[in-house]
Structures are given as structure tokens and as C-alpha cells.
């Protein structure tokens, strides 16, 4: 209950507030946020130790604020967006033509990402910029009430969410809804419980199996799309060329797949730890 009347304030304060108050508040909130959440922020310590190991103490402590402050911008101007989907954003995307080669013959495509800095933005954008439905996969939230504020917001910006985590067969919905065509997000680098992983090739941890294994059984390509904010409602985008999987793909195709991604994934983050928004585990 309190997290969903916590959403709906959110909603609220980042779709009504001018502009300067979404650049200004977020970064003391996020201080507010780095004193009292201990357990994420070891999280994220343990995370940037993964991806900093080289350099000093002194700077992977500003990287752990960093952090909370990249998070707190993007989810203000996300929320922002998806609230108001007519406010101008700016997406300066590398890698375009495999989109377009990806999408060239009607058939559905599997959108891979991470949780890092300015997915939420490009989400709708890119729904509109490219003429099809997008759908996010999503896992299921405890809290019902936060899950709906959520799931109605993103609809109205023309996103849909499909959830999974509950039950087997809300996989059907997926595979669905590649076969109408549309473009499905999918995040690699957190693997929900019970579900296929990787080898720890990722900084140390697996990535998920799932969204290949749904390309593979919905016989559609995959293209690894990684997302960073590089700037007041600013995404930089860089897809790379579609992974395409035989329908009966085995662990170990999944897994050469997925190797090479956890490389490319690797470097863009390396670019900017702050930019990746995961709380450890």
C-alpha cells in the first residue's frame, strides 16, 4: 500500500514539475536515498568493486553516489515522459540499421537490455519513432497496487507490460505477442529465481537464458540494445547486430550467444558505472 501511494506521487511530482525542478531535485533525493537504503547500497559497492576493480577507493565511493544520483535523474525524467509522452526527448542511437534490418520483414523482435540509465525514455520514444508496438517484460511486483500505477503509466505512453514470474504460461503471452509483430524488452542482467542462467561470465554473475530461449521458440532475431542518459532528457542508444538462434537451440548455443553480449555489455558499462542500475545480487 505505501509503495503504490509512494508511486503515485512520483507520478505526480514528475509530471507536474517545470523542468529546472527535474534537474535540481533528483541528485538530494539521491543523497537521501544513499544514507537510508544500507542494503542497496552495498549492492551497488559490491557491483562497482566488479567493474572498478582498477581503480582507488576514493573514486569508487563518488561512483556509489554517482550512482543513486543516475538513477534518481532517470527515473524522474522516465516517469516524467511516460506521464507526458509529448515532452521532447533527444535519442542519439548508434547501431540504427540493425533495428531497421531486424524489423525489415513484419516479424517480431526481441529487444535485449540491461537496467542502466534511460531505458525507460527510449522505451516509448522508440515505440513511436519505429511504427510498432512495444511491450516490456517485466517481473512480477509484490505490491499489486505499485504494479498497477506503474503498468497504466507505461500504457499510456503507448508501452505495454507483459508479466512473468508467476506462472509458466504467462510465457505464452510473449511468445504472442512476437508473433503479432511487435518489439519485446527484454533485461539480460538479472536473472529471476529459478529461472536459466548463463556461466558467470558477466562481471562474475550470469545473465539470463530466458529472452533467448523465447527468440529461438518464437523464431525471431534478438538485438542487443544498450541505453545510457547523457544529459537532461538526452539517451544514447547503441544496438548491435540481431543474434537469430535455430528453433531447437541447445544451452550451449544460448550460452556462445551470450558470451559475446556479456562483452559488449561489459564495455558500455565500463564507460559509465554509474549508468547501471542494479542493486546487487
Known sequence: MRDAWLRRALVEGASRAPRPALAALPPAIALIAWALSGRKRRGVRE?????MAAERLPARWAAELGTFSAYARSLAEGVAVLAEPSRPVTLDIEGRPHLERALADGRGVIVLTAHTTGFELAGGKLAGELGRRVAWVMARERDDGARRVSDELRRRAGV???????????????????RQGAIVGAHVDRVPAGASASPPFFFGR?????PLWLAARAGVVAVPVWTRREGPFRVRIRAHPPIELPRRALAADVDAALLELAASLSAWIRDDPCAWMDWGG
Open 47 to 51: 557491483n562497482l568493486a566488479r567493474v
Open 160 to 178: 505495454d507490460v507483459l508479466h512473468v514470474g508467476g506462472d509458466a504460461l504467462e510465457a505464452l503471452s510473449v511468445l504472442r505477442a512476437l
Open 206 to 210: 550470469p545473465l539470463a537464458r530466458g
